[in-house]
């Protein structure tokens, strides 16, 4: 039931930035774009969500694209704890269906 | 931001015996309460969605009868895994949902139990 695609892994030098893409094509008009990442052995993490306009919080960015059929999420200097799975959800009615999601890695 | 906790966090278990995984939310009402499973190298799973006070709506392929939730308050929800199995053996996560499960609201996970079935 996952809609969303995501590249299986990515790496990012320590200090810079990530973008993390999420194609979700077949998004609805009332479809939230939810991300959360999830750490080794823990339960997921919520990091940030929007609709329709780019959001920021202190976590990270998001960035939707116009049509809504894709998002970027944006970590503005990648840290060795940002190492993780991150999973790009579209939230249709009151479930969440998680995708293959994002492994990034932080090289020190 | 609000807390999940689950217990136990580990759990080695006999064939054929029953566990319970409480799931409790420390400083807000859960209306709503999920529960997931994840296998090594997966994804999440959603196994089931409970709303406090009624029956829990089991995802496709889910034995209901095997995985027993209860929601009974809105700060605790249990599942039992009824005659255990190893492959039941796996990493079982809930959350929470304060606001009712609604697509605007974000979930609260527990930090997981790991369960295995020797």
């Known amino acids: 039931d996952a809609k969303t695609t995501q590249p299986n892994s990515m790496e990012s030098n320590e200090e810079e930035p990530v973008h993390l893409p999420c194609n979700h094509s077949?998004?609805?008009?009332?479809?939230?774009i939810h991300w959360y990442r999830q750490l080794p052995s823990q339960g997921p993490e919520y990091v940030i969500h929007g609709l329709t306009s780019n959001v920021n919080n202190r976590m990270a960015s998001l960035a939707i694209a116009e049509d809504r059929k894709s998002s970027t999420l944006i970590l503005h200097r990648a840290t060795l704890r940002d190492a993780a799975v991150y999973y790009c959800i579209l939230i249709t009615g009151n479930q969440f269906y998680f995708g293959t999601g994002t492994s990034l890695t932080v090289i020190p | 931001g609000a807390v999940v906790s689950q217990h136990p966090s580990r759990v080695i278990c006999k064939s054929g015996t029953s566990v319970k995984i409480e799931c409790r939310s420390l400083d807000f009402q859960a209306t709503t309460m999920f529960w997931y499973r994840q296998f090594p190298k997966q994804s999440l799973m959603l196994m089931a969605t409970s709303n406090e006070g009624s029956k829990a709506t089991y995802e496709q392929g889910v034995e209901k009868d095997k995985f027993l939730i209860n929601h009974a308050s809105l700060t605790l929800s249990t599942l039992t895994v009824t005659s255990a199995h190893p492959e039941d053996s796996s990493f079982y996560i809930c959350?929470?949902?304060?606001?009712?499960?609604?697509?605007?609201?974000?979930?609260?996970f527990g930090p997981g139990t790991r369960l295995t079935v020797l």
């Open positions: 959350s929470a949902a304060s606001g009712g499960a609604y697509s605007y609201n974000e979930q609260f």
């Open positions: 077949t998004i609805s008009g009332t479809d939230y």
